[in-house]
């Protein structure tokens, strides 16, 4: 898994880029935007449930994922977009039949309160009191959330999600003014092994052998192409809410926050376009501190 700040500098307009497939598309019905979206603010709702994700050749699968509130369960979950310096609280509620939590690779002073101890934290138990997550948002950058609770399964079955922190310094990815941008977008990239989605669907949990796992289907921001195209929150798509329709005029720069929350390698190019690694796992890169 990693997470990477990229600035592309868009020599014509920027108009698509989907799974396995970039291409120009000019389309007058989708209005020229590039934007993030999720839940602002500090203080956070999730509840464990379950859903069924569905793909362009007709294919529906059993999924679980973290639903907003009482909202259905979202394949990836809610992006959560807090300020840098922020102290964060996400409560999570289960509805699954099984123990789910919640881990945040890279936020400072991490704690949860409630539920039952696991291996890497407490764990939201079925049907019971939720647990309570804190952590502060210490630095700007692209993280994930994933459950704790067996993540070679869980995180198979959708329990993921990005944060974005943003910077203090309006405009930029991190304080720097290499990294100012005009418009930003989020990819996040996962992978699915439907063998596993259907064994489990059919109770055989105990089957499920990871030796054996075999991803066949790629998603962006939790679709497959041509659905990355169609427009967020599209009713045909209830469980799977984000698009991948950055656009941009020529000239603008965009800041394209990759995340990668499954095991496969994911190859991302942008066509045509130049673009320029600025961040990685949360930090600027630079020689030394302050050189930009």
């Known amino acids: 898994m990693g997470r990477i700040d990229m600035i592309g500098h868009a020599k014509k307009a920027l108009s698509g880029l989907v799974a396995a497939l970039a291409v120009v598309l000019l389309l007058s019905a989708i209005p020229a935007s590039a934007a993030i979206v999720g839940l602002e603010g500090t203080s956070f709702n999730l509840t464990a449930k379950a859903g069924y ?3 362009p050749d007709g294919g529906s699968y059993l999924s679980w994922g973290y639903a907003n509130g009482n909202g259905p369960a979202q394949y990836p979950g809610p992006t959560l977009i807090v300020n840098e310096g922020d102290t964060v609280t996400v409560t999570l509620t289960n509805e699954l039949n099984t123990n789910v939590s919640m881990i945040f690779p890279g936020m400072a002073s991490v ?15 079925p049907a019971k009191n939720a647990v309570t997550y804190t952590f502060v948002a210490e630095k700007p950058g692209t993280y994930m959330y994933q459950s704790g609770t067996r993540p070679e399964l869980q995180v198979e079955m959708g329990l993921f999600g990005a944060i974005i922190v943003r910077s203090a310094t309006e405009g930029q990815a991190y304080d720097s003014e290499d990294t100012a941008y005009d418009e930003e ?3 996040l990239l996962s992978e699915v092994d439907p063998v596993i ?36 929150f599209a009713p045909w798509l209830p469980h799977q809410p984000y698009n991948c329709m950055p656009t941009i005029e020529a000239g603008q720069s965009l800041l394209i926050r990759l995340a990668n929350a499954g095991r496969d390698l994911h190859p ?25």
Do not use: C
């Open 185 to 187: 977008f989020l990819f």
């Open 268 to 292: 991302f190019h942008t066509h045509g376009n130049h673009s320029k690694i600025v961040g990685k796992y949360g930090n600027l890169l630079e020689s030394v501190p302050g050189a930009g």
């Open 53 to 55: 994700i569905t793909t």
């Open 111 to 125: 704690t949860a309160k409630g539920g039952k101890k696991g291996l890497f934290t407490r764990e939201a138990e």
């Open 197 to 232: 989605h259907e064994q489990m669907e059919l109770g055989m949990e105990n089957m499920v052998d990871n030796t054996k796992w075999e991803p066949v289907i790629w998603m962006i921001n939790g679709r497959a192409a041509p659905d990355t195209m169609a427009p967020n």
